[in-house]
């Protein structure tokens, strides 16, 4: 998928901003899943650091997830997770952390509203990633 756009439906789209939006100030995370690049559903994952600049994904969520999206035939397209006081850009962190080899969505916060960004990381590099709403 590197390289290519990511398309979200809104309902996605919101459910991820609401999620990142209620955790604050700590850290949201979670995944999207779909097939070829377009959404279908959102993950919601409990960040079992509960810290306000570090996300790991509780482990048995994450496997439920997994195992929810191979009932449905989609594929692991993305995974967010929020910079509640950063901006919408890897950290040096998120960038060694990569291990997926899917677009990673960052949400920051723009005055009020929550902002999010994709990017493809992958061997130390950063992609930008354009995401499409439908």
């Known amino acids: 998928m590197a390289g290519m756009a990511l398309t979200l439906r809104r309902e996605d789209w919101w459910a991820m901003r609401e999620h990142v939006a209620r955790e604050a100030p700590y850290e949201a995370c979670g995944m999207v899943a779909g097939r070829e690049?377009?959404?279908?559903?959102?993950?919601?994952?409990p960040n079992e650091l509960r810290s306000p600049t570090?996300?790991?994904m509780e482990?048995?969520?994450q496997l439920a997830?997994?195992?929810?999206?191979?009932?449905?035939?989609?594929?692991l397209?993305?995974?967010?997770?929020?910079?509640?006081?950063?901006?919408?850009?890897?950290?040096?962190?998120?960038?060694?952390?990569a291990a997926y080899p899917v677009v990673y969505l960052i949400w920051a916060p723009v005055g009020d509203e929550w902002f999010?960004?994709?990017?493809?990381?992958?061997?130390?590099?950063?992609?930008?990633v354009p995401i499409r709403l439908q």
């Open 77 to 97: 397209l993305a995974i967010y997770h929020s910079h509640p006081q950063g901006r919408a850009y890897p950290s040096a962190i998120d960038v060694a952390e």
């Open 54 to 56: 570090r996300y790991r």
């Open 59 to 61: 482990p048995r969520a």
């Open 116 to 128: 999010c960004l994709g990017y493809w990381l992958e061997g130390g590099r950063i992609r930008p």
């Open 37 to 45: 690049g377009q959404s279908a559903h959102v993950f919601p994952i």
């Open 65 to 75: 997830a997994f195992e929810a999206m191979d009932e449905h035939g989609w594929e």
